[in-house]
């Protein structure tokens, strides 16, 4: 070490660490250069880009089936809702019609997705507070939807389970039955998690007023899904701008008051329950008829661009495709990522804040990397 | 001659082994504990239900590379494990396991030593263990060095407070020797444990925290800190951390036992159905209530999350030092009142 200018005995520095990208608890290949007073966050500096795969680029030049492969690979404890997302923006592009059984069981696929996803939300983000049993168990729910998954459409992680026009396979049989009795399983294990965190004093004292975010603030830095309706803010494409199935279901939309990294995990934690009431409403009324709309063999729809959003369990996943009418592969495609856009906050939020806690809020807005980089 | 160096040699080595043995199979309970509370079956493989596991543990760990990294202060990383270690092992020289026995026609003793201040000898050298700290400042590295704050400050705040509920038992036994605190407890007919239930709980929560565990295991806080000041230490030195880890677990049970839970006495001597218990030999009664405390340890970390760095140190200095004093001020009023 060379010092030109002897130091003064008590100097203080800031003290940069790099957390990552190979750090255990930043849920994958986040980078963040932190720099420190103390323990106290002074700067908060987020490097992305260790997952990038030119995802939008390869769909580019694949033909619009082939892209419902490439969007399992994004948000890749999520890949139900991509697929649903991806294939309802083509839909609406082409104007094809889905019949109604195909989109109940869309809905029914991507509320079980919604519960996997939260599940395994909910046992990283305890764990990352000490807490790893709650880990252990949320795997072990999430294991049976898995199960459903893979007796649905043979794979349990990357699913490739819907195509434009509807969906490749029927329920098969037998399986409603299980995926209600899944519903009360799951219905059953939620007390168990409340019971290890929601009154527990240090999981209390751990998220109660931590990374504060005002509705105001949530808005004006592009917030989606659980954690701007945990600061209040009445917002989810399933009311607003119902798809599949969801303009027949019934279901709240749990919102917070305060914003914080408790609240978040309650609006999640009553995510579970609507979700759960959304699936047997599905299963239960679930139609008769064909499972597959009229599709042209070549997917090559007219000239045109189209936006669509959909509610993943992350927030609001939106597709741009541009079409040019003469090719079978799309002149542009764009994904809006709602971890990408959650992670925006993570600076702002991680501020003023120690060590601890910027684990704490890299768990409560629930990213995946390879949905922030594509 | 022999009474006086061979049977001591002989505990030594006793002991020494006992220790080592319990701590390889203590970190296999606790993997074992802990994977039953989360539904798993943990380590199955190595022998039957893994029960040697720990060997294969060691034996990889005596494999590994022994890494100095090149801008470590070389002469402190190789003293600080060892630092860390030999208090650990030597604070069991005081430490009744038994009320003595003869074999062979020898009277051997329960224990190694029975020094007059046991209790502060115990103190004293669970204070030196903290000096292997230092191994995470020498490491010259970032991760470390924030461990190592937190550490040494996480381990001065609570000693504080631990010291201060063994006053209330020097208090109540008169004597500081840990043989005496023992005869103390079957004098006086209860064991301090439930005299001095404050205390005691005082002393578990600090315990918690002296040895670095669930929920006080901040300075190893993986998630935050990768594995705490020992993040650069690799092979047999990482060990020699880990054994210590789990040693000073056994050594503040042992203290526990001994100090409130009647250390090798039966329970309810003087319930007349219940006098089978006493056939259970005294070392055999120790182990029990030890292995009990250690569960709850195991118990703990299975089930809370951590704390923060801030908020257990607001917990040691605003709660748990003020309750502790208050709690010898009491002691103290109804010694002399009573």
Known sequence: MQTDTPRPMFDTDELVINMGPQHPSTHGVL???????????????????????????????RDYTQIVLLTDRMDYVAAATNNLGYVETVEKLYSIEVPRRAQYIRTILSELQRVASHLLWLGTHAADLGALTVLLFGLRERELILDLFEEYCGARLTYNSMRIGGQPWDVPPGWARKVLAFCDVQEQKLPEYEQLLTGNR?????????????????????????????????????????????GEMEFDVPLGTRGDTY?????????????????????????EGPIMGKVPRLIKPPAGETYHAIEA???????????????????????????????????????????????ALIGTIDIVLGEVDR | MVETVIVPLIMIVTVLAAVLVTVMYIVLLERKVQAWVQVRLGPMRVG????????????????????????ADAGVFTAAPIIVLVPALIAFAVIPFAGGLSLFGLDIPGRIADVNVGLLYVISVAGIGIYGIMGGWSSNSKYPLLASLRSS????????????????????????????????????????????PVAFGIYFIGGLAETNRAPFD????????????????????????????????????????????????APFPNVPWLSFLGYLPGWAWFMLKTFGFLYVFLWVRATFPRYRYDQLMRLGWKWLIPLAILNVVVTGLVKVLV
């Open chain 1, 31 to 61: 980078r963040l250069i932190l720099k420190l007073d103390g323990e106290r966050v002074v700067d908060c500096d987020p490097v992305i880009g260790y997952l990038h795969r030119g995802i939008e680029k390869l769909s580019e030049n």
């Open chain 1, 202 to 246: 240090i999981f209390l004292e751990r998220t109660r007023d931590i990374g504060i975010v005002s509705a105001a603030d949530a808005i004006a830095i592009g917030l989606c899904g659980p954690p701007l309706r945990a600061s209040g803010v009445y917002r989810d494409v399933r009311k607003d701008e119902p798809y599949a199935a969801y």
């Open chain 1, 263 to 287: 609240d978040r995990y309650l609006v999640r934690l009553e995510e579970f329950r609507q979700s759960l009431r959304i699936i047997r409403q599905g299963m239960q009324g679930l139609p």
């Open chain 1, 313 to 359: 369990p992350k927030g609001e996943l939106g597709y741009f495709v541009v079409s040019d009418g003469k090719s079978v592969s799309p002149y542009r495609f764009r994904v809006r990522p709602p971890s990408f856009c959650n992670l925006q906050a993570l600076p702002q939020l991680v501020k003023g804040h120690l060590v601890a806690d910027v684990i």
């Open chain 2, 48 to 71: 039957p239900h893994g029960v040697l596991q720990p060997i294969a543990d060691v034996l990889k760990l005596f494999l590994k590379e022994d890494i100095t990294p090149a801008r």
């Open chain 2, 153 to 196: 400050a996480q381990l001065i705040s609570y000693e504080i407070a631990v010291t201060m509920t063994l006053v209330t038992v020097i208090m109540l036994a008169g004597t500081l020797s840990m043989v005496g605190i023992v005869h103390a407890q079957l004098e006086q007919g209860w064991w301090f444990g439930f005299m001095q």
């Open chain 2, 218 to 265: 901040l300075p190893e806080a993986e998630q935050e800190l990768v594995a705490g000041f020992h993040t650069e230490y690799s092979g047999m030195r990482f060990a020699f951390f880990f054994l210590a880890e789990y040693t000073n677990m056994i050594v503040v049970s042992a203290v526990a036992t001994t100090l409130f839970l009647g250390g090798w006495l």
